[in-house]
């Protein structure tokens, strides 16, 4: 049913979006992915966004233990209606005296849960942090498998929970002497090489068909004024035939 609704859908938009659409598709991952810890800066947490989106890196885990997840629309120019947002939080508004909180640096449930299901899913979790050594975006090990790279908050960067978590460290080699670089640009820097690396390997990077499927529904659904309603009529008409 899938891909009729797919056709049906794509009957709603512009031959020039849907070929967009398609193109954009071509060049998406999951090989490589992105988790935010407890970030608290609305425009460092859409500029990693923005920078995701940019190379083709489909997906961010967010944790939210403290710290809402804040986008500012005007960093993020719309970038995050073409990701998959996965957050892991207490399921309500944090708000109040919780919101912008520093986070304790022990960690908490959420980093957790987080690390286990992309454990689960097949990624190696890479910890980002300038005080651990570890490899650089030039030498990272990419034939190993997928992996989940961990960036931290703005100050502190990623947490005991989350360090004591990870199979691997990355770091930025720096030559000033400010301590780090701040946490769009090292998500950028990173993500860009190794984006760039992976398309000059012979690594099977790209989302396969039924993921890209799964993703331009998502995408027309988001694009189609009245499309829910558009949809729930197919499905009617479409279940009646059976």
Same mark, same amino acid.
């Given at each position: 049913?899938?891909?009729?609704?797919?056709?049906?859908?794509?009957?709603?938009?512009?031959?020039?979006?849907?070929?967009?659409?398609?193109?954009?598709?071509?060049?998406? /991952? $999951?090989? !490589?992915?992105? =988790?935010? %810890?407890?970030? +608290?800066?609305?425009?460092?947490? *859409?500029?990693?966004?923005?920078?995701?989106?940019?190379?083709?890196?489909?997906?961010?885990?967010?944790?939210?233990?403290?710290?809402?997840?804040?986008?500012?629309?005007?960093?993020?120019?719309?970038?995050?209606?073409?990701?998959?947002?996965?957050?892991?939080?207490?399921?309500?508004?944090?708000?109040?005296?919780?919101?912008?909180?520093?986070?304790?640096?022990?960690?908490?449930?959420?980093? /957790? $849960?987080? !690390?286990?299901? =992309?454990? %689960?899913?097949? +990624?190696?979790?890479?910890?980002? *942090?300038?005080?651990?050594?570890?490899?650089?975006?030039?030498?990272?090990?990419?034939?190993?498998?997928?992996?989940?790279?961990?960036?931290?908050?703005?100050?502190?960067?990623?947490?005991?929970?989350?360090?004591?978590?990870?199979?691997?460290?990355?770091?930025?080699?720096?030559?000033?002497?400010?301590?780090?670089?701040n946490i769009s640009v090292s998500a950028a820097v990173i993500m860009y090489t190794l984006r760039k690396r992976l398309?000059?390997?012979?690594?099977?990077?790209?989302?396969?068909?039924?993921?890209?499927?799964?993703?331009?529904?998502?995408?027309?659904?988001?694009?189609?004024?009245?499309?829910?309603?558009?949809?729930?009529?197919?499905?009617?008409?479409?279940?009646?035939?059976?």
């Amino acid at each position: 049913m899938t891909a009729d609704l797919i056709d049906h859908l794509s009957g709603f938009v512009s031959e020039n979006r849907l070929a967009g659409f398609q193109r954009v598709l071509g060049e998406r /991952t $999951r090989y !490589i992915t992105v =988790l935010l %810890e407890d970030i +608290y800066q609305a425009q460092n947490a *859409s500029a990693v966004l923005r920078t995701c989106e940019c190379v083709g890196v489909q997906d961010v885990h967010i944790v939210e233990e403290q710290n809402e997840y804040e986008i500012n629309p005007d960093v993020s120019v719309g970038s995050n209606l073409w990701l998959g947002l996965h957050h892991y939080n207490s399921g309500v508004p944090l708000g109040g005296e919780l919101h912008n909180r520093k986070p304790d640096r022990k960690g908490g449930v959420h980093i /957790t $849960r987080a !690390i286990n299901a =992309l454990k %689960e899913q097949g +990624y190696r979790i890479v910890a980002t *942090s300038p005080h651990k050594e570890g490899q650089t975006p030039e030498n990272f090990d990419l034939e190993k498998g997928k992996a989940a790279f961990m960036f931290g908050t703005e100050l502190e960067g990623l947490t005991d929970q989350a360090l004591g978590m990870a199979d691997e460290f990355i770091q930025i080699p720096m030559v000033g002497f400010t301590e780090s670089y701040n946490i769009s640009v090292s998500a950028a820097v990173i993500m860009y090489t190794l984006r760039k690396r992976l398309e000059q390997s012979s690594i099977k990077w790209k989302i396969d068909e039924e993921e890209q499927d799964c993703i331009l529904l998502d995408w027309l659904r988001g694009s189609i004024k009245m499309g829910q309603q558009i949809e729930n009529k197919f499905r009617k008409e479409y279940e009646s035939t059976f």
